[in-house]
Every structure is written in C-alpha cells, then in structure tokens.
C-alpha cells in the first residue's frame, strides 16, 4: 500500500527561526513529489514539485529536498515568518495509478 | 482571476438530507477531483473525473455522487447515506490526468450535518 508518512505532526517555532518538515514515502514507481502550503480554512497551495532526478529545489525561503533512494524529502523554511504559520503537507504521485497520496501535514506555528 | 470557486464555504445540514457542493473552474482544465479532509488526517479522494461525461470512484465514494456534465462544473452531492459526512471538502482541477499535471485548489466548504 502506497503510504506517506510526515513528521513532526506539529512544531512550533519563534519568528525568524528555521525548521525542517520531513516526508517519508513509500510509493512506487515514483513520479513527483509535492509540497503544499495550506492556510486555516484554505486550500492547499504549490510551493514546489521535485521529479526523480532533482535533488533540490528552491521557493523563496522555502528549499525542499530529495532522495529518491532512502526515498524520503525535506522542505526546509528559513528566516521564518507569522504568514508561514500553516498546515504542510507532503504529496506524492506514483507514475503505476496516477493518482496522488498525500501525506497527514505537518502544522507549523511561528510565533513572534 | 483563473481560478477554482467552491460555494458554498460553510454549509449545514440535517441528518438525512442530501446536499450538493459546488465546484467552478475557469482553468480550461480537463480534469477535476473532490477530496475530503478530516482533522489530522491527509486528504482522501472522492471522486475524479478526466473529462466532460466521465468520472470515476475515488477511495471513499460511498455515500457520495458527482456530475460532470460541463468542462468548467463538478458538483458534489452528499447523500443521506454517507454515515459520517462532517468534514472539508475540497476541489481541484489538473490540465490533463497525467501524473504530471499539479494538483489546483479551491479554498474548500465546510460541511456540518446535525
């Protein structure tokens, strides 16, 4: 069974601080991973999409990361700020189904 | 603005009522989805549909039916049948099916059925 596995499940951090979300998967054959930016009563939104071949990829203060062997992805936030305060989550798409399993989000507090 | 509207954003119910959601989309996209989110959990897949006058059962559709009768509509009904229909719901739309093609949302519709 396709699984993806995130952590911490929440975090809290002051304004200004890094922190780094973890993704673990095990869907296979892998197309793409995801990461989602999703605001209190929002939908998500895209802050990056890495393929087989990318090891990292870059959004502003956003970087996310990827092994494709150990099978696992970071998104790291630097110089955080309140507006990152959100719930991330971790999606990834098998290139076998089509269809994406995503992860149960990592909640990010910032505060000041 | 291209985009996705859902409507309405909150939405109450009484027990044994069907309710349909609403879902817009102005992104000339082929595909469409309804997922549901519960607190703490990942987002679980309706129903999908990859073009007008098609679509197919997610991993939860009981309970649950949708349309697709115009590119830019997918509307979702919740029937009396679903036993604990609560929750976020969430529609998205891709250019193509293809597993490259990311994932666009709308900013979701609260449901609460009592």
């Known amino acids: 069974k396709n699984q993806v596995e995130q952590s911490p499940q929440s975090l809290i951090i002051l304004e200004g601080k890094n922190c780094t979300l973890q993704?673990?998967?095990?869907?296979?054959?892998?197309?793409?991973l995801r990461w989602y930016k999703q605001d209190t009563g929002r939908g998500p939104v895209s802050l990056t999409i890495?393929?087989?071949?990318?090891n990292t990829k870059s959004n502003g203060r956003y970087t996310a990361t990827l092994d494709a062997d150990t099978k696992q992805s970071s998104l790291h936030i630097t110089a955080s700020q309140l507006s990152d305060s959100a719930s991330y989550i971790c999606?990834?798409?098998?290139?076998?189904?089509?269809?994406?399993?995503f992860g149960d989000g990592t909640t990010l507090t910032v505060k000041p | 603005d291209g985009g996705i509207t859902q409507s309405p954003k909150y939405l109450f119910r009484k027990e044994g009522q069907n309710v349909t959601l609403s879902c817009e989309q102005n992104?000339?996209?082929?595909?469409m989805y309804w997922y549901r989110q519960d607190p703490g959990q990942g987002l679980r897949l309706i129903y999908y549909?990859?073009?007008?006058?098609?679509?197919q059962k997610g991993d939860i559709a009981e309970g649950y039916s949708v349309s697709r009768e115009k590119k830019e509509s997918f509307p979702l009904t919740v029937t009396s049948a679903q036993k604990n229909p609560t929750a976020f719901y969430l529609c998205?739309?891709?250019?193509?099916?293809?597993?490259?093609?990311?994932?666009?949302f709308g900013n979701g519709t609260r449901l609460t059925v009592t």
């Open positions: 998205a739309s891709s250019e193509t099916s293809s597993y490259n093609s990311p994932l666009h």
């Open positions: 993704c673990n998967y095990t869907v296979s054959p892998f197309s793409n």
């Open positions: 890495m393929t087989f071949s990318e």
């Open positions: 999606v990834v798409t098998g290139t076998n189904a089509g269809k994406s399993t």
């Open positions: 992104l000339n996209h082929d595909a």
């Open positions: 549909s990859q073009i007008v006058n098609d679509f």
